[in-house]
């Protein structure tokens, strides 16, 4: 195991580096929180990968993959189905309204006073997408150390508040081209021939398992329908993967290097279902279906490549967990507080005035990262708290940002109503039918939907002023989305 540990212990070193690196570059609030608006294809396409697919998507994949067969990849392959359309129909004109946040976009859509309420939704989402992605760490590090579930959450958790809070985007877009190639090697290049082998090829596979492991639709068309309102609709919205849009220079590279992204995705997704699949014939009675990653990475795989796949595990977590951290302290600091002290004027502003704007964004992911260690210790159910952040996501903020992009006549007051009566739905409908009801998402997006056409109908159309700045900003042609001059390649 000593070389397994070495090769860990290094890629936590590089992951360290690269935030001290990354803390350079970090100048100014553009380069903090987006990169400086610069990222080419290559270096966009890689980014958004690794944050996308994370934990779940790594060891939740690989149980599914456990428990249905192939059908099991629908969940990560709904990610990526999202990913593609948001990059095909929507990243262009989200990447030229040069914001920050969702809740900027709905400012600047609605006219104002949508943000607060909007960005408290956006907030508790990537919350706990992060703290998800935080407990997943006690998972690798008792393979890894036979660690302490809170030592092992601190450790993970800790590393990547440091590289985060030091460099922000640049750290985090530096870590996440490294856990992508991880991955790629890790996951796809040696753990999937490997477990397939061992499992004595897909012949054997198919002789020792149930023909409804081999079915597409195993897993159950029910099942199937709510990722897709859960995942790809969430794709479309979230804070973590619009701030990723944001980071490409320019529409074609948020267009193209996102459509490489998510059919990376697909096949990723394929992947851990077919190794989950092998595990179940390897291993057939484990005592959890998400203990098949583990199980066949420790035992089926030799020396130093072990850890190499320990890595792009660690990998898959730290992307998603880095970048949902920083949504969520960008969330906090631009849609909240500064909204609280009166800051709402200076929002979507860029660079320039006397406020430490990078350090002040340094505070809030350093206080939000020490938030999320702490909700991770107190969490157990890591399902029931991702069902939550995404059931918030789609029903409370779908309906208001899709209807902003596609239909004029939508109005601050019918966007206000969707999120607050989405939301509280959502939430009572959880109390009602449970965490894991598909229920609660599907009313809950329905009495979204219907407050937001009523509301908007019997109250006065957005004003002409606020759509034709929109339009403009929509377009690229307005002084705050003129690109930034300096390129970086990919």
């Given at each position: 195991m000593a070389v397994d540990y070495t090769v860990i212990v290094l890629y936590l070193a590089g992951m360290l580096a690269m935030g001290w690196w990354g803390m350079r570059r970090a100048r100014s609030k553009s380069d903090f929180l987006v990169a400086g608006r610069r990222l080419g294809p290559a270096m966009y396409s890689g980014t958004m990968a690794a944050i996308v697919l994370g934990g779940a998507s790594t060891i939740g994949g690989v149980g599914l993959g456990y428990q249905y067969g192939l059908s099991g990849a629908w969940m990560v392959f709904t990610i990526g189905l999202g990913l593609l359309a948001l990059?095909?129909?929507?990243?262009?004109?989200?990447?030229r309204l040069k914001v920050y946040t969702v809740s900027e976009m709905l400012d600047l859509r609605y006219g104002g006073r949508a943000g607060v309420i909007s960005g408290l939704v956006m907030w508790a989402y990537t919350l706990m997408l992060a703290v998800t992605s935080t407990i997943a760490y006690a998972t690798i590090f008792d393979v890894l150390f036979d660690m302490n579930r809170t030592l092992a959450i601190v450790l993970g958790g800790s590393i990547v508040v440091a590289y985060s809070t030091l460099g922000g985007m640049w750290s985090i877009t530096l870590t996440d081209m490294v856990q992508f190639v991880v991955k790629t090697i890790g996951v796809l290049l040696l753990l999937l021939p490997i477990a397939v082998i061992r499992a004595g090829g897909f012949g054997e596979m198919k002789a020792k398992l149930?023909?409804?492991?081999?079915?597409?639709?195993?897993?159950?068309g029910e099942t199937i329908f709510t990722y897709v309102l859960i995942y790809t609709f969430g794709m479309l919205i979230g804070q973590d993967i619009w701030q990723r849009v944001f980071t490409a220079r320019n529409d074609r590279t948020a267009k193209w290097g996102g459509t490489v992204a998510g059919t990376y995705c697909l096949a990723y997704a394929l992947a851990g279902a077919v190794i989950g699949t092998a595990a179940?014939?390897?291993?057939?009675?484990?005592?959890?279906?998400?203990?098949?990653?583990?199980?066949?990475?420790?035992?089926?795989?030799?020396?130093?490549?072990r850890g190499l796949v320990l890595a792009a595990a660690l990998a898959a977590v730290m992307s998603t967990s880095s970048g949902a951290l920083i949504a969520c302290?960008?969330?906090a600091n631009n849609d909240i507080w500064a909204r609280l002290r009166g800051g709402l004027g200076r929002a979507a502003a860029d660079d320039g005035d006397a406020h430490d704007e990078v350090k002040g964004n340094r505070v809030f992911i350093?206080?939000?990262?020490?938030?999320?260690?702490?909700?991770?210790?107190?969490l157990n159910n890591v399902v029931e708290a991702l069902t939550v952040a995404y059931n918030l996501l789609v029903g409370g903020l779908l309906?208001?940002?899709?209807?902003?992009?596609?239909?004029?006549?939508?109005?601050?007051?019918?966007?206000?109503?969707?999120?607050?009566?989405g939301g509280l739905a959502v939430i009572g409908l959880m109390a009602t039918y449970g965490i894991l009801a598909n229920e609660p998402v599907y009313y809950g997006l329905l009495a979204s939907l219907a407050a937001y056409l009523v509301v908007s109908l019997v109250t006065p159309a957005t004003d002409a002023t606020v759509l034709a700045a929109w339009r403009e900003r929509l377009a690229g042609r307005t002084a705050e989305a003129t690109p930034e001059p300096v390129a970086v390649s990919q």
């Open positions: 990059s095909v129909f929507f990243s262009a004109r989200i990447a149930p023909t409804t492991y081999f079915d597409p639709l195993g897993i159950g179940k014939v390897l291993y057939p009675d484990l005592a959890s279906p998400d203990d098949a990653f583990a199980t066949i990475v420790k035992h089926e795989l030799p020396l130093g490549v302290a960008t969330v350093l206080i939000m990262g020490v938030v999320v260690i702490g909700t991770a210790i107190a309906v208001p940002i899709l209807g902003g992009l596609l239909w004029k006549r939508g109005t601050v007051q019918g966007a206000l109503a969707s999120v607050v009566v």
